[in-house]
Antibody, heavy 122, light 107 residues
Framework: EVQLVESGGGLVKPGGSLRLSCAAS????????INWVRQAPGMGLEWVSS????????YYADSVKGRFTISRDNAKNSVFLQMDSLRAEDTAVYYC???????????????WGQGTMVTVSS | DIQMTQSPSSLSASVGDRVTITCRAS??????LAWYQQKPGRAPKLLLY???RLQSGVPSRFSGSASGTDYTLTISSLQPEDFATYYC??????????FGQGTKLEI
């Protein structure tokens, strides 16, 4: 079964750090761009970051640039999101999502994880 | 940045109704437009990509079209399981994939 499973969410104080993981299974992980998308409580979807499969092209939304770092380990079929200098407005469910076609940088997101909740509060 | 303006923000309808949801892109995005359905507490589900291509397993009552920079999702005959929130997404640029604000479809 093609699957993404996030972990690592939790409660953290403003200014703190958290590292999210996204474990993939059921497909050739190294061929696919993986994205992080977040959703604040009661709000819409916001794309956060992406990392391509082969050439490791990396992109960030302006709202997280300089604070979040995306990385991947193709040997472990995993993508990570290191979140530093966290703010209250980073509170959200964080989803990892796979692009639809292998080898594509830009594409729709066809496989999503179940999400992991990050709460930034003192 | 490419902005996606989605309308309406909410919509009341009945089983069997035909409904349309629209997204307007702030600039050209070619055919890089997808639609998602999200139910409470669940991850979004891809319905359509490349404007009008139906994702595997999605019922044919869902369809997509475009006119210029206006993109439309149509549900031809609402079923009880279709009541959810719908989002459009442009993916023409990897630098910033953007979503519309969402449309909550209610009974």
């Amino acid at each position: 079964e093609v699957q993404l499973v996030e972990s690592g969410g939790g409660l953290v104080k403003p200014g703190g750090s958290l590292r999210l993981s996204c474990a993939a299974s059921g497909f050739t992980f190294s061929s696919y761009t993986i994205n992080w998308v977040r959703q604040a409580p009661g709000m819409g979807l916001e794309w956060v970051s992406s990392v391509s499969g082969i050439n490791n092209y990396i992109y960030y939304a302006d709202s997280v640039k300089g604070r979040f770092t995306i990385s991947r380990d193709n040997a472990k079929n995993s993508v990570f999101l290191q979140m530093d200098s966290l703010r209250a407005e980073d509170t959200a469910v964080y989803y990892c999502a796979r692009v639809h076609r292998d080898g594509y940088l830009n594409d729709a997101f066809d496989i999503w994880g179940q999400g992991t909740m990050v709460t930034v509060s003192s | 940045d490419i902005q996606m303006t989605q309308s309406p923000s909410s919509l009341s309808a009945s089983v069997g109704d035909r409904v349309t949801i629209t997204c307007r892109a702030s600039q050209g995005i070619s055919n890089s437009l997808a639609w998602y359905q999200q139910k409470p507490g669940r991850a979004p589900k891809l319905l359509l990509y490349s404007i009008s291509r139906l994702q595997s397993g999605v019922p044919s009552r869902f369809s997509g079209s475009a006119s210029g920079t206006d993109y439309t999702l149509t549900i031809s005959s609402l079923q009880p399981e279709d009541f959810a929130t719908y989002y459009c997404q442009q993916y023409s640029s990897p630098l910033l994939s953007t979503f519309g604000q969402g449309t909550k479809l209610e009974i």
